[in-house]
């Protein structure tokens, strides 16, 4: 049986932490140690996440985390990602004691807060052959480090400033600056990667390489994988094939979550009306932008820019 968490009852949380601050139904934020009192309920049953989930994870001994079915091994100076709609769970092994001796800190972001934190979506790249996207990352010391101080930062602006207003858009600013920081990670990660030797693996992760690069480009106007595909002079099947192996997605969903964000991104903060935001990214009448945009999300534009 499956436990849902929409915001938790921080009044639970505050008094058994080291440091906590919040943004009442917005976001919180707070430093566990292996003397605080607080067990999270992803370690008793699992737990779905109807929200994000940052954790900055100190110190541990290493322990099994499961996310959406997939096996991560939790180790000191790692990131932890828990995207909305996730279903977690600590194992029901040793590991279930062994949380209590983790020092970390943790940003809980409600779903409503980051539909108000603005990416530019053609920044973010899409995970290649060479580096699997994965929501438990371990950080060198120099990253680490800069990471922690994106969440001192954070922890400072709720917890010391009275003006929500003020301090949920500087929060929002920060947590995005932070996201486009693991950008950078990652750029530096991928570039230190040795080529692959087998010319036939090589050849297949340019393909996807040079997919991303083009989707970056073209996203706004084309969403169509046979559009890639020809200018990659490859079949639609083939390249659909290669990014679902290199990343456990299709190019079509890949070219859907780049012209959403894009459409959520000019929805929230363009200043253009619906029907702009439609002509801006290529549909052809607002009323196709319209069911493309509820068919992923589940709201109409209206309903979005209401929320």
Not at 104 to 120: K, R
Not at 282 to 307: A, D, I, R, V
Request: aromatic share 14%; glycine share 2%; hydrophobic share 40%.
């Amino acid at each position: 049986m499956e436990k849902h968490i929409d915001y938790p009852e921080t009044f639970q949380i505050r008094d058994g932490v080291l440091k906590f601050s919040e943004i009442k139904n917005e976001f919180f934020y707070f430093h566990y140690t292996p003397q605080s009192n607080l067990r999270m309920d992803f370690e008793k049953e699992p737990t779905r996440i109807n929200g994000a989930l940052i954790l900055l994870v100190h110190d541990c001994p290493d322990f099994e985390m499961e996310i959406n079915n997939e096996q991560y091994t939790v180790k000191p100076n790692s990131v932890i990602f828990i995207f909305p709609g996730n279903m977690v769970m600590v194992k029901q092994t040793a590991a279930m004691h062994t949380t209590h001796k983790v020092d970390y800190e943790a940003l809980f972001l409600s779903v409503p807060f980051l539909q108000n934190i603005n990416i530019n979506v053609s920044t973010i790249p899409m995970p290649t052959v060479k580096m699997r996207a994965e929501q438990v990352r371990n950080l060198d010391k120099d990253e680490f480090d800069l990471m922690a101080r994106y969440f001192e930062l954070i922890y400072i602006n709720s917890s010391k400033y009275d003006n929500r207003q003020v301090s949920k858009n500087i929060a929002a600013n920060l947590i995005a600056a932070m996201v486009y920081q693991l950008v950078q990670f990652y750029h530096k990660r991928i570039a230190e990667l040795p080529e692959a030797g087998n010319t036939a693996t090589a050849r297949r992760n340019e393909y996807v390489r040079e997919f991303v690069r083009l989707l970056q480009i073209h996203f706004a106007s084309e969403r169509s994988v046979n559009f890639y595909a020809d200018k990659l002079f490859i079949s639609p099947k083939y390249l659909s094939l290669l990014v679902k192996e290199a990343t456990g997605r299709s190019a079509s969903c890949w070219i859907d979550d780049f012209v959403l964000m894009e459409a959520k991104n000019m929805l929230r903060f363009s200043g253009k009306n619906i029907q702009q935001v439609a002509y801006a990214l290529n549909f052809s009448t607002q009323s196709s932008f319209g069911k493309y945009f509820k068919h992923l999300t589940g709201m109409s534009p209206t309903e979005y820019q209401k929320s």
